[in-house]
């Protein structure tokens, strides 16, 4: 990795004034594709409306699997084929309600839905309710507290966070780890408040973990409203909770990431490698989360196609399987990757919804972030800003694993109403706006256009 | 004014670092008080849902000018007062439906929408079509071709540009000078294609005019996608348009702007303006233009009074009246402070949606431009980046007449969306994203509390 390492930093001069102009002409013959022969708003509503959500080790993803394999031949790339990857099954089952009893025995239904990985309730599970404004209070609790109780776990975003993911990342342990930590204490069943900004009836899912050793108890997420109203209510007098699931976990399947690629012409064994995942969860249509980002990606290949672009090195698009509960799409990928001897350069990532751009961060050696800082001015006609160190994105990242200096690039759009809509049943096609959804392909695709010609 | 002008200049050093640490910690508070505690979404929910749709000269334009003056008196500013304001008065009728007649004597039903200022259409009428595609081309075309017909200005928004803004500047003379243009070839009526983004079945309304001398004609907007297909069946052969409306001028009648101020505790004799107009078009609920805009100023100085800022110049909030057809608000308020003898050292507007919020601009001497762009690293961390030379505003426009040298300066959120909406029926409450419409207040103030303090 080293000897390649140095071979870049040798092309880290910056990039000169007669490339800038004749990249500045390029991209705007991107954006203008992108946005008046645009395939993606198109593409992204067959895949929502035809498909619809998919979950790994579900039909659907097969058919997603299926309708992917299908677009990227019918757009002439060098090559398309899948790569093959077991994924765990989980499936929600046909039963998933839940209600608030009051002191006055009055039932109130509210908005649930099992976590991802949940085991079932088996029958109608009924108890007291102990609630945490925190996971931290939780973990401190006296045992004999929590003990035959559902804990509640009612920690909401926090919306003075500029950026909504550090927001999410501050909550984020309430779903994963809230059935461990529950279960330590001897609960029998955790629900938690939606990692939703807004207040409304959406409930949001998302993946959980169990741990050996520790008891595997029900988990489910309220929608925000429901938790503000059981909130209330449990201030104002003793309430029990009801609710029945069930999901459960079948034996891991079979599943493919599917790969499309155009031949580098000068390095044709150096793989730049971009793309989000196929899987989505089973509530909504995974239209931002990660429809759009595959999309992004698929868009980006094509127009560099249409546009006649000749890469120096193989441009890799991936559809990776499994983002949202194992990430096995990625790892596999990584690992067969190193299996083959593969030099893998670059990849890039979208993962963060189809909302207007505002740039690209850097995981990965700061020379890399400088190089992107070089690409600032290009993309300043298009609004984009936010050139920074940062994150990569989850499929993306086992790469890291083999790859040490490997510079992994996380494609940033405005973060706002991302989670509005992620994991919830309103996570939906009519949710996406088109310019934004083609001011994004626009972006990456220009941005894979730089990487291959400066790296 | 130029005595005034030097005295800016002294101030230009730029901020120094104690002032920027002090400054840095003010602006997060904002922050925080906005999106923790603000009022900006519920006052607009009011606004578009207790209040409504508010053109000028309308007793819903009076229920928002009661409202609004309610309001402000419960946030307990220094002063709140009502400035008169002769406003046009313009109603759109009960009658409004159009038809598209093909070849075989098929009736179509299309939506549409009279423009604003348009005369009636006296019963039904029907004629035939000849589509421009620009209005250029309608201007040179033979006074034959056009005489006796209806011509269809059919120039779609340039989906190329990225500020949706200049695409919207583009078009525009095909709905201000539509009627003039096509009238002056014997045209009998003019319909337009709605100056609107996406293809949908929204048609935009908005200000059309008149010319002295020039024949009244009739005019009206078709929805984008009902544009399309007009156009379609004119390709495949001839066709016939039929529409009636009702819409009608009545004479001016009496409006108010609605200020209130925080006094300026070293220079009370020296104003910053701010504000958004409080009228709206008739249909939707003027959500975006300008409810935002008017909350998000609102918002700005609720929060900085209950900070308990101790502002040095006195901060004037306006509620102008009539942006939309005929500026009468904004115009009055220049006359006025000129009567007055009132000192205006800078104006700000926000008339650009209650979107992601992304910079300002400053319409003004380029030491203006550089003031603001002082700003910026403060801006940073909320993602605000783009502090440039631009637009204002149309209602604080006017003060440039008496105050030549004054800086105006527009608020400038990310603009994707906003066509989607404008002058539509779709321009409601549910599509003004609650974290969008609170950054945006939070810029505004920290905007104004930075001018303010270093002007």
Redo the contacts between chains.
């Keep these: 990795m080293n000897k390649l390492f140095i071979s870049y930093l040798i092309c880290f001069a910056g990039i000169n004034l007669h490339a800038q102009q004749e990249d500045s002409v390029f991209i705007r013959t991107i954006?203008?594709e992108a946005?008046?022969k645009g395939h993606a708003y198109e593409n992204l509503r067959s895949l929502c409306k035809d498909v619809g959500p998919r979950l790994s080790g579900s039909s659907q993803a097969q058919m997603a699997v299926e309708w992917s394999e299908r677009l990227m031949k019918s757009y002439k790339f060098d090559s398309v084929y899948l790569q093959k990857v077991m994924v765990p099954h989980w499936e929600r089952g046909t039963k998933e309600s839940g209600w608030i009893k009051t002191n006055d025995g009055k039932l109130i239904p509210i908005n649930l839905l099992a976590l991802g990985g949940s085991i079932g309730t088996n029958g109608l599970l009924s108890g007291e309710i102990i609630e945490f404004s925190h996971i931290d209070l939780l973990k401190k609790a006296p045992k004999k507290e929590v003990e035959g109780k559902i804990v509640f776990l009612n920690q909401p975003m926090d919306?003075?966070q500029?950026s909504?993911f550090k927001a999410y990342g501050g909550c984020y342990a309430i779903r994963g780890q809230g059935a461990v930590e529950s279960a330590k204490l001897g609960a029998k069943a955790v629900i938690i408040r939606s990692l939703g900004?807004?207040i409304d009836d959406h409930p949001h899912t998302g993946s959980m973990q169990y741990e050996e050793n520790v008891n595997r108890i029900p988990a489910a997420a309220l929608s925000t409203a429901d938790a503000q109203q059981l909130h209330e209510l449990i201030e104002s007098g003793k309430v029990t909770f009801l609710f029945e699931m069930d999901c459960r976990v079948y034996p891991d399947e079979p599943s493919f990431n599917v790969i499309a690629e155009l031949k580098g012409k000068i390095h044709p064994n150096k793989l730049i490698t971009f793309g989000g995942h196929l899987d989505s969860w089973d509530t909504g249509e995974g239209a931002h989360d990660d429809g759009a980002g595959v999309i992004h990606c698929l868009e980006t290949l094509r127009i560099l196609n249409v546009l006649n672009y000749q890469p120096k090195h193989t441009l890799r698009l991936v559809f990776f399987m499994n983002e949202e509960n194992g990430n096995k799409g990625g790892k596999t990928y990584a690992e067969v990757a190193k299996q083959k001897g593969e030099i893998h350069i670059a990849a890039v990532e979208s993962d963060r919804g189809g909302f207007?751009p505002?740039g690209f961060h850097c995981d990965g050696p700061s020379e890399f972030v400088k190089l992107i800082q070089s690409f600032e001015p290009l993309f300043k006609?298009?609004?984009l800003?936010?050139f920074d160190k940062g994150y990569g994105g989850v499929d993306i990242g086992p790469l890291k694993t083999y790859y040490t200096d490997i510079p992994l690039f996380g494609f940033v759009p405005?973060s706002?109403?991302y989670f509005?809509f992620h994991h919830a049943p309103s996570d939906v096609f009519e949710n996406v706006?088109?310019?934004?959804l083609e001011?994004g392909a626009a972006s990456i695709c220009s941005f894979i256009y730089l990487l291959d010609k400066h790296l």
Tied chains: 1, 2.
Excluded at 433 to 436: A, G, P
């Design positions: 954006y203008n946005l008046s919306e003075q500029i909504t900004m807004p207007s505002r006609p298009y609004d800003h936010d405005d706002q109403r509005d706006n088109k310019r934004e001011l």
